[in-house]
């Protein structure tokens, strides 16, 4: 690629004079005189717009990194909410889970203030024939 610039046409608005060139000028080089011509530089564009590009792309940067702060900083508060509420679940559970236990071994006792006396065998029935099934002590009759 060249270092020069490329000429381009810019349209220029009705009504203004045509924007000329500086004439050439002298410049010095060399041990002897000797004298090269050039043209003066074009003006060089207004950086402006890039700035302000450079800028909205920064501030648009900064609010979605605050947008995602803000949104996992509520995902946070909101998993540490319901860890606590799974937490007192969990204990509830093991409360409820021990006067079970104690339900069960008092049982027995309970039984016997209500009258009840143990069983001498085991017997159940079933409910579709109406027949006596043989216990866990009884072996089963053999056809």
């Known amino acids: 690629m060249s270092a020069l610039r490329a000429s ?4 220029v608005p009705r009504g203004e ?20 011509a050039v ?6 564009t207004s950086g402006v717009p890039f700035m302000l590009l450079c800028a909205l792309v920064l501030v648009a ?3 979605a990194a605050l947008l995602l702060n ?5 995902g946070s508060y909101e998993m540490s909410r319901l860890q606590r509420e799974a937490g007192l679940v969990a ?3 093991q ?9 069960e071994a008092s049982l027995p ?5 209500l009258g009840m006396v143990p069983a001498e065998e085991m017997t159940m029935l079933s409910a579709a024939d109406r027949a006596v099934v043989p216990g866990p002590t009884e072996p089963a009759e053999q056809p």
């Open 39 to 44: 043209r003066a530089p074009l003006q060089a």
């Open 109 to 113: 006792q309970q039984a016997e203030r």
């Open 70 to 74: 803000t949104t996992m900083a509520r």
């Open 17 to 36: 004079p045509t924007p000329r060139r500086a004439p050439l000028r002298a410049v010095e080089g060399g041990a002897g005189r000797r004298f090269d």
């Open 91 to 93: 204990q509830d559970v």
């Open 8 to 11: 381009t046409v810019h349209p």
């Open 95 to 103: 409360e409820v889970r021990s006067e079970l236990r104690a339900a």
């Open 61 to 63: 940067a900064l609010l």
